[in-house]
């Protein structure tokens, strides 16, 4: 990977995509954004242990299968609305995911679930609400460089098409395979 940043790096520099004078300042807020995204991977990795620590998972794991009556279907789509919720109110998939699979791995195999749906429906779960949150890096990219002309509207040029196009199918197919897989 740090090989792969500073070809890119170069790549940029040297073709004058980003001006010599700029790149301090780009490598800069590049390593902020990083150490961001790994501030965010430690906090959520340690509200996942947490909750493991407290005990309080199994009891969790044990009322949501009653509730669900042990029908998979039902409780696929569950997870995955709830890590679509989840995920759209943090914006990031990165702090979602240890939180989703300290919850959903023991409801999956308390539900039937094989190894390969419980990765689809943990990583499904987290990838969902990514692309459709406001606060996402995935949607405040693109209307930082949509915007350029003053005219993108974040929530409804970027946020909701996204939603629309992004969310809604891979909400399906995550269902469809955690159902067949």
């Known amino acids: 990977m740090i090989i792969g940043a500073l070809a890119g790096f170069l790549i940029f520099s040297v073709s004058g995509i980003v001006r010599w004078r700029d790149t301090d300042d780009l490598f800069t807020e590049g390593m902020k954004?990083?150490?961001?995204?790994g501030f965010i991977?430690?906090?959520s990795s340690g509200f996942a242990e947490v909750l493991k620590a407290t005990g309080d998972v199994r009891s969790l794991v044990e009322t949501s299968a009653a509730f669900i009556g042990h029908n998979r279907g039902v409780g696929a789509l569950l997870m995955l609305l709830v890590g679509l919720l989840v995920t759209m109110g943090i914006g990031s998939s990165f702090s979602t995911v240890p939180i989703l699979a300290a919850i959903f791995v023991p409801l999956c195999v308390q539900l039937g679930f094989s190894p390969v749906a419980i990765v689809c429906i943990v990583g499904?779960?987290?990838a969902l609400g990514d692309a459709g949150s406001p606060a996402s890096?995935?949607?405040?990219?693109?209307?930082s460089g949509l915007n350029v002309?003053?005219?993108h509207h974040h929530i409804w040029d970027t946020v909701v098409p996204t939603f629309l196009h992004?969310?809604?199918?891979?909400?399906?197919?995550?269902?469809?395979?955690?159902?067949?897989?």
């Open 33 to 37: 954004m990083m150490a961001m995204i």
């Open 41 to 43: 991977m430690i906090a």
């Open 124 to 126: 499904t779960a987290g």
């Open 137 to 143: 890096d995935s949607t405040l990219g693109p209307t």
């Open 149 to 151: 002309d003053g005219q």
């Open 166 to 181: 992004y969310n809604l199918p891979l909400l399906a197919f995550g269902w469809l395979a955690a159902m067949t897989l």
